[in-house]
């Protein structure tokens, strides 16, 4: 059987979030709970009314057209996608897919997966508006305009992408880039971001570079989640390797297909032939406009740090490991709540420990994100301040984490000077000699070789202190107390 390779390009939409306002209308770009109540007589296309440009919209498009090492414009315009669909009642949608100039062209993006570095080059990257949703009940659908000219970025790569896993590894990474730079909320739960996925397989062997070697190209319309592009990816390259087989893929014409998530396979939709002529033209209602040097400059320094940035200020600053710098930094508001502790004053290794293991540990149990969380920054530092002053062990500190959460109370409540360890060395010596005065069995039985018997000691020993006693210690001392009898 020959070996096939998967050639895979990806045109991931993402919603820009914090423009204020919509792309070209007033109404503000929000999610709201209750369906159209963010809209303005531009989105339902009322004769008369005229697109303005969101400059903020602007701006985040070109910082990530920076970000992905696009060049950028000089000047900018839109065109007219024109089609009909209930969810377009202008009858056609502002983009810049053809002849203007996008927000950016030819950058690429370097993401990890599995420990790999990859390269997927960009081929652009352009601002359009995004439509309504549509809900599909039994036997009506319900329209909501709130989502009708939401800025969308649009990002298409060139094919390099070889695997499903690949995809998802770019796509988290894009949506780590989306977050940090602030971009985008980026939540792929809320159906900000979309994509569509084009897969073709050539031979193993020929020359990747040149597209005449290329397979014909499916694309898979509108998947909305990571695990949807995944499945449809494997799915797809399945159905093709099949198709080669029988020699049904070499005739095949480039075709729109769509993922079905409850079926788990793509299904046709039309064929190039049939391909939908867009009729695209320059929108005459927005003059084309300058993006000044100036402006430009002004964008590229305002990048935040990013993931990749903040990773390697932990390993090499604050010598965490990899892994540990890993997890951090997966997610925006975990590795904020991260910052927010180191600024506090907290060690970076004590505070990376607690985040990582402890309160990770504890989102993941209750599915919670950290945003929700109750233990605050400087609530945890309570905790790593009252270990650092001896108040309490590591056991009872995590104790008082869990006590802290179950009650939604600070945990200074319960750090007190009676629940303190007992480290002095004098008060343990006390406590010991009193319990080894009333062992004389023990103490023979320990002394005639049963070794075992040191844990009784131990044992008792908290018992006495209800587990108050510093542990170090009291081996120590119970070791030098038992030389001595
Ligand atoms: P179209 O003209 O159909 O819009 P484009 O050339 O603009 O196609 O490419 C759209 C997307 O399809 C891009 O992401 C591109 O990387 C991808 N693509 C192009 N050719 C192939 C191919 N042979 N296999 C997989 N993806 C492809
Ligand atoms: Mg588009």
């Keep these: 059987m020959t070996k096939y390779i998967a050639k895979i390009g990806l045109e991931m939409h993402c919603e820009v979030s914090e423009t204020n306002t919509k792309v070209f209308s007033a109404a503000r770009n929000s999610y709201s709970e209750k369906p159209n109540t ?26 990530a057209s920076m970000i992905l090492g696009c060049s950028q414009p000089e000047y900018m315009y839109f065109e007219r996608k024109n089609y009909y669909y209930p969810d377009l009642p202008k009858g056609f949608q502002l983009t810049q897919e053809t002849k203007p100039i996008p927000v950016g062209i030819y950058g690429k993006v370097e993401f990890e997966c599995d420990g790999e570095l990859k390269t997927v080059r960009v081929n652009n990257l352009h601002l359009e508006e995004d439509a309504a949703s549509l809900d599909h009940f039994y036997d009506t659908s319900n329209i909501d305009y709130n989502r009708a000219g939401v800025p969308l970025l649009e990002l298409v790569t060139e094919p390099d992408i070889h695997s499903a896993k690949e995809a998802v590894a770019f796509l988290e990474h894009m949506r780590s880039v989306y977050q940090y730079s602030g971009i985008s909320e980026a939540d792929s739960k809320k159906g900000q971001i979309r994509c569509d996925v084009n897969v073709s397989i050539m031979e193993d062997g020929l020359d990747e570079a040149d597209p005449k070697n290329w397979g014909t190209k499916v694309e898979i319309k509108n998947v909305n989640s990571f695990g949807g592009v995944r499945d449809a990816i494997n799915y797809e390259i399945e159905r093709q390797t099949e198709l080669k087989e029988t020699g049904e893929y070499d005739k095949m014409e480039q075709q729109t297909r769509r993922w079905d998530e409850e079926s788990g396979t793509t299904i046709f939709m039309r064929s190039k032939v049939d391909a939908i002529d867009y009729k695209y033209f320059v929108e005459p209602n927005i003059p084309k406009f300058k993006i000044s040097k100036d402006w430009l400059e002004e964008i590229r320094k305002s990048i935040p740090e990013l993931a ?120 343990l010596t006390k406590i010991i000699c009193e319990i080894l005065d009333n062992s004389s069995e023990q103490i023979a039985q320990y002394k005639g070789g049963r070794d075992n018997i040191f844990d009784y000691f131990v044992g008792q020993v908290m018992k006495n202190t209800r587990g108050k006693a510093n542990p170090v210690m009291t081996k120590e001392i119970l070791h030098k107390e038992l030389d001595k009898r």
Excluded: H
């Design 38 to 63: 963010n809209v303005r007589p531009l989105d339902m296309a009322f004769p008369g009314t005229l697109p303005v440009v969101n400059k903020e919209a602007v701006r985040k498009a070109l910082m």
């Design 308 to 427: 990749m940035d903040r990773k390697k200020k932990y390993i090499d600053s604050y010598g965490l490991s990899a892994y540990d710098a890993g997890v951090l930094v997966k997610e925006k508001d975990i590795s904020d709540y991260y910052e927010e502790c180191v600024k506090l004053g907290i060690d970076a290794k004590v505070a990376a420990n607690w985040v990582t293991v402890n309160i990770v540990g504890e989102l993941n149990k209750e599915e919670k994100s950290i945003k929700d969380f109750y233990l605050t920054p400087s609530m945890l530092k309570q905790i790593t301040d009252a270990i650092g002053s001896g108040l309490l062990s590591s056991k009872q500190a995590k104790e008082v984490f869990a006590k802290a959460l179950e009650e939604n109370k600070e945990p200074k409540n319960f750090i007190s000077k009676e629940n303190a360890q007992i480290s002095d060395e004098g008060e």
